[in-house]
C-alpha cells in the first residue's frame, strides 16, 4: 500500500508514535488494511504525516509488539493474520510469572469466556495469571505496555557496554552484582528517596520475585510464620508457602496495616518477617502515613524483626502534594530488608532488581543467591549503569509519570461516572491501579463473569487475601497499565453496563392486571 489516510493531533498530550499506531490499528479492524498488506515504507509515511522517521519506527515496532503486523526484513512491515493470537498476561507486580495459556480456554471468536466454573480462573489469578485474547480490554494486568518501553535509549546503552567490554560483558558478575551499578544506586536512592546505603548493603537480583525468594530461602524454615498485609501480592505469599512457611494476614486500614491486629498476631505467632507495601499497596493502593511507619520500626524493635519491605511503584506519583516516605530511608535500627524492581518502572523483561539489606543478614543473602543462580546478567547490569550514569533513568520516570498520569485521569474520571451505581474508590494519587467497592449486594466474583463475556478482564478481591472468606466478595482491583485511553473508556462503559444488569438482577416490574 502506497499511503493511507491518517490526521494527527498535535497538540495532543498523546505521543505522535502511539496517534499514529493507535490509527493504524483502527484501520487494520475495521478491515480497510487487510492481512498480507503491506504498510507505507516509513519515510515516505515520515514525510506525509510531517514526523521524524523514529516516529513511524517506533509506531510500526508498537503494531509489531501487539501482534498486528509482522516485519519482514529488507522488505517492509505487513499486515499480520488476526485469528489465533492469544496472549498471557502476568496480573500481579511480577512479570516473571507470566506464561502461555492453551488455546483451549479461548473461544472460536478469539475472545476470553469465564470457565463454567470460574473458582478455576480464580484459582490461576491467585497463582498471577490470566489468559486473554488480542482484543480483550485488560484491566486485569499491572504489567506496563511494552509501546511505552525505552527501547532506543536502552540499545543505545547496551551497544556502548558491547563496544567498551565487548566480551567482559558477557562475563560473571560478583554474585552481589555489578560494583558501579551498586555505587550508581546508593547515589541515587540517598538523592531521591533519602535511603543511606552503601555498595556492599546491596544486592543485585534478577526481579523483585527472585528478591522475594532469596530472602525466603536465607531466613524462613519449615514452620516459620509470616505475617503480611491482607490484601496483599499474591506472589510474595507462593514464595513464602514454597519455604513451608505459615502465612498470617493482617487487616489494612486507610494508611496502612492495623497495628493493634498486627502486635497481637506478632505475640501469638512470633514471626520470622513482616511483609508490607508502603507506597501505593498492591491491591489496595494504599499508601502508609508517617506516623504509621515509624509504629511499625518501633514494633520490629520491639519484638526483634525483620521487615521486608517490597517497593515497586513509589516514585509513580501524579499529585506534587503528595508526600510518603520509605520505612527503609527511616530505618534507624537496621530492621528493614528493602526490595525494589525496575518492572514497573523501566522494561519487566530486564529482571533487574536490588535488595539493601541490614549488614547482619547481607552474607545470609549472598549465600542464597549465589546458589540461586551465580549471579544476574553482566550485559544487563552494567546497561543499568550507564543508563543512570548518562542521564536517561531521569528522563524516562519523567515521561512515565506523564503517560501514566493520563491513564490514571482518565480512569478516575471513569471511577466517578459509576458512583451514579453505588460504587466507590480509593484515590491513590499514583501507582498503577485502583481499588474499588462495589455496592452492597453485588459481587466481585459475578462482575468478573460478566464482564470477561464481554471481552473485559477485571480481578475480583478474593484473589488477593490470604485467608480466604467467602463473604469478602464486595472489592475489585483495576488497573489501567497495560490499557489506552480508548480502551479505559469502552471498558470501563462495560463494566458499567455490567453493573447496571448485576443491581438490576431479580428485580420485578409489579403491575396490575385484570382478572377475566
Not at 488480542?134 to 543505545?156: H, L, R, V
Request: with cysteine; proline share 4%; net charge neutral.
Amino acid at each position: 500500500m502506497n499511503s493511507i489516510s491518517i490526521e494527527l493531533d498535535k497538540s495532543s498530550t498523546i505521543p505522535m508514535y502511539l496517534q499514529v499506531a493507535n490509527k493504524i490499528e483502527a484501520l487494520i479492524k475495521s478491515n480497510t488494511l487487510k492481512i498480507a498488506d503491506k504498510l507505507p515504507p516509513i519515510r515516505k509515511l515520515a514525510n506525509e504525516l510531517e514526523v521524524n522517521n523514529v516516529t513511524i519506527v517506533n509506531a510500526y515496532k508498537q503494531l509489531e509488539i501487539n501482534g498486528y503486523v509482522n516485519a519482514i526484513k529488507g522488505s517492509g512491515y505487513y499486515v499480520a493474520e488476526q485469528d489465533n493470537i492469544y496472549m498471557s498476561y502476568d496480573i500481579s507486580s511480577s512479570p516473571s510469572n507470566s506464561r502461555c495459556i492453551n488455546s483451549e480456554n479461548l473461544d472460536s471468536h478469539n475472545t476470553y469466556v469465564a470457565s463454567p466454573n470460574y473458582q478455576e480462573d480464580f484459582k490461576l489469578m491467585s497463582n498471577g495469571q490470566i489468559a486473554m485474547s488480542s482484543t480483550t480490554i485488560n484491566f486485569a494486568s499491572a504489567t506496563p505496555d511494552p509501546g511505552i518501553f525505552p527501547f532506543e535509549a536502552f540499545k543505545s546503552a547496551l551497544n556502548e557496554v558491547l563496544d567498551r567490554d565487548k566480551g567482559y560483558a558477557f562475563g560473571y558478575q560478583e554474585s552481589n552484582g555489578y560494583e558501579p551499578l551498586r555505587s550508581s544506586l546508593c547515589d541515587y536512592f540517598l538523592q531521591e528517596y533519602g535511603i543511606n546505603a552503601t555498595p556492599d548493603s546491596i544486592q543485585i537480583v534478577s526481579g523483585a520475585q527472585q528478591g522475594i525468594d532469596i530472602i525466603g530461602k536465607a531466613l524462613l524454615s519449615p514452620g516459620d510464620y509470616v505475617i503480611t498485609e491482607n490484601p496483599t501480592y499474591t506472589g510474595a505469599v507462593a514464595v513464602f508457602k514454597s519455604r513451608g512457611a505459615n502465612i498470617i494476614g493482617v487487616p489494612m486500614e486507610a494508611d496502612g496495616i492495623n497495628l493493634k491486629l498486627l502486635e497481637a498476631n506478632i505475640k501469638i505467632y512470633k514471626p520470622k518477617l513482616i511483609y508490607v507495601m508502603t507506597q501505593f499497596q498492591n491491591p489496595t493502593t494504599t499508601s502508609y502515613s508517617e506516623e504509621k511507619l515509624n509504629q511499625l520500626l518501633a514494633l520490629a524493635d520491639k519484638y526483634d524483626l525483620y521487615l521486608v519491605e517490597d517497593d515497586s511503584l513509589s516514585g509513580l506519583s501524579y499529585d506534587s502534594s503528595f508526600k510518603s516516605k520509605t520505612l527503609k530511608s527511616m530505618d534507624s535500627k537496621n530492621r528493614v530488608i528493602y526490595i525494589k524492581s525496575f518492572s514497573k518502572l523501566l522494561m519487566p523483561g530486564l529482571r533487574i532488581g536490588f535488595i539493601i539489606s541490614p549488614d547482619a543478614i547481607k552474607d545470609e543473602l549472598l549465600a542464597a543467591k549465589h546458589t540461586t543462580d551465580i549471579s544476574s546478567s553482566g550485559l544487563i547490569q552494567r546497561a543499568l549503569q550507564l543508563y543512570f550514569k548518562n542521564g536517561y533513568w531521569e528522563k524516562h520516570l519523567k515521561y512515565m509519570i506523564e503517560m501514566y498520569k493520563i491513564k490514571y485521569d482518565a480512569m478516575k474520571s471513569e471511577l466517578k461516572k459509576l458512583k451514579i451505581y453505588g460504587i466507590d474508590f480509593i484515590d491513590p494519587k499514583g501507582g498503577l491501579n485502583f481499588w474499588v467497592t462495589l455496592p452492597k449486594g453485588v459481587s466481585a466474583s459475578e462482575l468478573y463473569v460478566q464482564c470477561s463475556k464481554k471481552d473485559v478482564l477485571i480481578v475480583p478481591c478474593n484473589v488477593f487475601y490470604v485467608n480466604k472468606d467467602k463473604n469478602i466478595d464486595n472489592t475489585l482491583r483495576l488497573s489501567y497499565a497495560a490499557t489506552n485511553l480508548e480502551e479505559i473508556q469502552v471498558g470501563m462503559s462495560i463494566i458499567a453496563d455490567c453493573l447496571s444488569m448485576l443491581i438490576n438482577k431479580g428485580k420485578r416490574t409489579s403491575y396490575i392486571s385484570p382478572l377475566i
